[in-house]
């Protein structure tokens, strides 16, 4: 296993644009965590999947922010109507259970212009 | 709820210096703790952790910690530090029901030779 991938890792945007990341985490690794981070901050928790699970989502920062994990394997992580404030990085993180840490992938890069 | 504070966000020492990183948490119960860093442009690795048993914790590339939990602190310390140490450093806690990790805003070391 080669660990947590991220596609894209770089994505370039317009304003209004809706944008889709994808993470695969770790296989087996039931827990998925979507983060966002910026300039100079650390990690920002979004939301959580337990399985296929969305356990935690009132992290996520407006309702233009949505994430899905079908079948408990990989996740989508979707921004409608893309602002820029929006740019950042997005880091994906699994874990095998939950009192265990978290395998980050390494992020997707997203710029609105 | 729980918490992170990274005391300096930078620091700045000489090659073959002591490397010290602070990092206090808040928790209400007892918590899991973990040193993470990031290269420029890339995901979290894992350094160490701590979740239960000895209180003095060695992770990769000569990194150490050590829970105290009279003081809520977990400093990260290597004895030596080494160019190649140059990078933003995370501290993160993870408590109670759901374990979501929660990070601090980072430190950067600088490394000068």
Known sequence: DTGVSQDPRHKITKRGQNVTFRCDPISEHNRLYWYRQT????????????????????????????????????????????????????????????????FFGQGTRLTVV | AQSVTQLGSHVSV?????????????????PYLFWYVQYPNQGLQLLLKYTTGATLVKGINGFEAEFKKSETSFHLTKPSAHMSDAAEYFCAVSSGGSYIPTFGRGTSLIVHP
């Open chain 1, 39 to 102: 300039l100079g901050q650390g990690p920002e928790f979004l939301t959580y999947f337990q399985n296929e699970a969305q356990l935690e989502k009132s992290r996520l920062l407006s309702d233009r922010f949505s994430a899905e994990r079908p079948k408990g394997s990989f996740s989508t992580l979707e921004i409608q109507r893309t602002e820029q404030g929006d740019s950042a990085m997005y880091l994906c993180a699994s874990s095998p259970i939950q009192n265990t840490e978290a």
């Open chain 2, 14 to 30: 000489s090659e073959g210096a002591l490397v010290l990183l602070r990092c206090n948490y808040s928790s209400s119960v007892p």
